[in-house]
Nanobody, 130 residues
């Protein structure tokens, strides 16, 4: 089971750190993706980290503002978000993928797709006010 947490209401320019914690399995064996879905919009993949934290992907919309990291000892992955904008308002989800194929594909194609992820957490709401 995955659980995303850390969302909240912040002003434009503010920061939040999301956490994705696992129970029942070790995140160390999985790539972890972060996705978000705004009202009326399709889900979009914004970041991913491989089982080795040296391998990451960021969508252009968050590059330079969001940083993904992992602490395998705590079985948790983080998404540090700074300089938040109203356009970042969405429900944020984390997901785990065993094969690493999604990360490889995202790095090659520039799009993170959620179809191959094995586990999904419940979302956490991020609201950025202007």
């Amino acid at each position: 089971q995955l659980q995303a947490s850390g969302g909240g209401l912040v002003q434009s320019g503010g920061s939040l750190r999301l956490s994705c914690a696992a129970s029942g399995f070790s995140l160390a064996d999985y790539s972890i993706g972060w996705f978000r879905q705004a009202p009326g919009k399709q889900r979009e993949g914004i970041s991913c980290i491989g089982s080795s934290d040296r391998n990451t992907y960021y969508d252009d919309s968050v590059e330079g503002r969001f940083t993904v990291s992992r602490d395998n000892a705590k079985n948790t992955v983080y998404l540090q978000m700074v300089n938040l904008e109203p356009e970042d308002t969405a429900v944020y989800y984390c997901a785990a993928e065993r094969t690493g194929a999604a990360l490889f594909s995202a790095q090659a194609m520039g799009v993170l797709v959620g179809d191959t992820f094995d586990y999904w957490g419940q979302g956490t709401q991020v609201t950025v006010s202007s």
